[in-house]
């Protein structure tokens, strides 16, 4: 009776321990594919072109008025999840910055901007755009939604990224 006990346990503990490898080797594949993931918004071949990088420069586009400093500019669809997400947290840092230094690019059909332009408007420049983005979208190489720029007033990109944290993480590493 005694052997047979000890026979289970061994046998239980084989079980964990083989139960413990399938667990993290479950757990090393699902960190390579988020990797994977990660990097589909900027594929080479195929894929459009991705977006400007900090240093690069923007081209020439239509704001209203000159840029002066640094300019905060956000593109959005209301259509993407991620963006709707990230609009809120949009506004509430461009509240700190002055109005004429944020510029926030709403892709999508007028009717459906609304909510988000509503959001925008009182702390940004709001320019709604075609699905694609506009002509704004392809001065910044804009080949996914959200997509955040900080650039200077000589249109040079001093931060980029699709979330506020990229942007800001990018912004704080340069000075």
């Known amino acids: 009776m005694v052997y047979a006990l000890w026979a289970a346990v061994a046998v239980l503990a084989v079980l964990c321990a083989l139960n413990l490898a399938l667990g993290l080797g479950i757990i090393r594949r699902l960190r390579e594919h988020t990797e994977r993931l990660n ?3 900027e594929q080479a071949g195929g894929a459009p072109p991705p977006s400007l990088q900090p ?4 081209a020439e586009f239509e704001t209203g008025s000159g840029l002066r400093g640094r300019t905060l ?3 959005f669809s209301p259509s993407c999840s991620p963006c709707t997400e990230l609009a809120p947290k949009f506004a509430e840092l461009a509240s700190t910055m002055p109005r004429e230094q944020v510029i926030a690019v709403i892709a999508g059909f007028h009717d459906e901007a609304g909510p988000m332009r509503e959001l925008l408007e009182p702390v940004a420049m709001v320019d709604t755009a075609d699905p694609d983005g506009g002509s704004m979208a392809k001065a910044f190489k804009v080949a996914a939604f959200p997509r955040v720029f900080l650039i200077d007033d000589s249109r040079t990109v001093l931060a ?3 979330d506020l944290a990229d942007v ?3 912004t704080a590493a340069r000075g």
């Open 168 to 170: 800001l993480a990018l």
């Open 73 to 75: 500019v956000g593109f």
């Open 39 to 41: 990097g589909l918004y």
């Open 160 to 162: 980029t990224g699709h």
């Open 55 to 58: 240093g690069e420069t923007v």
